[in-house]
């Protein structure tokens, strides 16, 4: 412990330290530095080849390209995708439809609100659908129809 302390103590002088040569260095290096700096920050000349002006083409004609091709893709995807309302109408039974006003809480003003009366075909729909029903077949519809009986 005494040895340390006393090593501590000791002022060491830099003078007296070993000069040893760490790095070497190659004959001129320092003359032919600048010259390598500045080749290396000089750009070389860029030559325009073709291939430089076709991808910078290509860099804005592609977007637009695949622009124009969604748009006919969606264009021609509507126009066949016309809906046909008298063909799906046509497609639903009678009784469907009845079952589905009388299942809703439409009103009979609401449901006459809807029909422009001018539109109808009256005369024709007075001469090929009216049929009288008698006793028999109303109390048949009533079975069938119990919430209806009200509305008679």
């Given at each position: 412990m005494k040895d340390k302390h006393n090593y501590i103590k000791s002022n060491i002088k830099l003078e007296d330290l070993p000069k040893k040569q760490l790095y070497s260095v190659p004959d001129n290096?320092?003359?032919?530095l600048p010259g390598i700096?500045?080749?290396?920050?000089?750009?070389?000349?860029h030559i325009r080849s073709p291939s430089v002006f076709w991808s910078a083409s290509l860099r804005y004609a592609l977007p637009v390209l695949a622009l124009v091709m969604m748009l006919v893709y969606f264009g021609i995807r509507i126009n066949?995708?016309?809906?046909?309302?008298?063909?799906?109408?046509?497609?639903?039974?009678?009784?469907?439809?009845?079952?589905?006003i009388t299942e809703s809480e439409l009103t009979t003003d609401e449901l006459?609100?809807?029909i422009d009366i001018n539109e109808l075909d009256v005369e024709g729909l007075v001469d090929d659908n009216i049929e009288i029903l008698n006793d028999s077949e109303w109390e048949d519809i009533l079975e069938a129809y119990p919430e209806l009986e009200n509305d008679i």
């Open positions: 290096y320092f003359d032919e700096i500045q080749a290396s920050v000089v750009k070389p000349e066949n995708n016309s809906i046909d309302v008298q063909a799906m109408l046509d497609d639903i039974s009678t009784e469907d439809l009845v079952l589905y006459l609100s809807l």
